[in-house]
């Protein structure tokens, strides 16, 4: 059996994911917990929610510490926030992958290391940042070396869409956009989806690729004047309630896609790589494609796993203690 080398996670809002690894970043096991929101509870007090926190670690690691002795670990995500652990600051952009790995901050004496976000000033000179994706940009770079040559495009599909801009390796800067929440909201709290078939119902793929094409047949429409057709269509009998949330996927989704390519034209020379759950990138692409924009896909916990490790490699070599 191979012998584990670190644990890495990713401790988000909702979820918490641990993978026991060997040195090489080889998942050999893996444990599921309450997310940071969860751990946390009605807990205002730090010293009171760092206690939750060690004691949800101590308790989910405990039989792998117990295998093979104390384990370093790293982790990402809204751990590191201010309803995590410990507050990680982020990083300014333009940031190299060392830095990031550099600005981790430990806890448990140094056993856990936690890894902090990025922050820039995006195409709209306004303040963005990221949390947790920056494992899946480290990830990235480190599974396909062509990333770190010139300028590349990331795309890291989800409730908030990360737009990344690379430049030889560095993280010049990103653009949000909250296409996955807006489309959960509407689906959820709105008349134009009257009957939503839930997070893992089969998309309608027919649907989907009509709501592209309408949005891409007058690009330059303000989307507040096609959202209405969600409901519209079905009135006039052109959709059925079931696919009416596949075309509200299709119409936001080509937004999101047409107004990052026109933002950020000047940095695209090259596919767009997708970064993610397979099932959305698959859409992403094909929104790319419709618009003449070739796209490569990656998994994204396959990326955030590879970010973790490069993490974990470095620190091992030269271990900074921040925090407490």
Known sequence: MDEAGFIAGDWGTSHLRLVLCNAHGDALDSRTGPGAAQTR???TGTQDAAARFTDTFASLTARWQASY????????GMVGSTIGWIQAPYV???AEPGQIADACVAVRDGQVHIVPGLSCRNRFDAP???RGEETQILGALQLDAALRRGSQILCLPGTHTKWVVLEAGLVREFLTAPTGEVFALLRDHSVLVRN???????????????GLAHF??????QLLHRLFECRSRQLGGEITAAAAEAYLSGLLIASDVHGALRLLSDSIAAPVVLVGAPPLTRLYA?????NGCEALEMDGDQASLAGLTYVQQRLSQTVIVHGV
Request: proline share 12%.
């Open 41 to 43: 509870g009605l807990d």
């Open 69 to 76: 002795g104390v384990l370093p670990a790293v982790l990402s």
């Open 92 to 94: 300014a952009c333009p």
């Open 128 to 130: 963005d940042f990221l």
């Open 196 to 210: 939503p078939l839930g997070p893992a119902a089969e998309i309608d793929a027919d649907a989907f690729t009509d």
């Open 216 to 221: 891409n047949d007058a690009p330059h429409a």
């Open 286 to 290: 094909s929104a790319l494609g419709a």
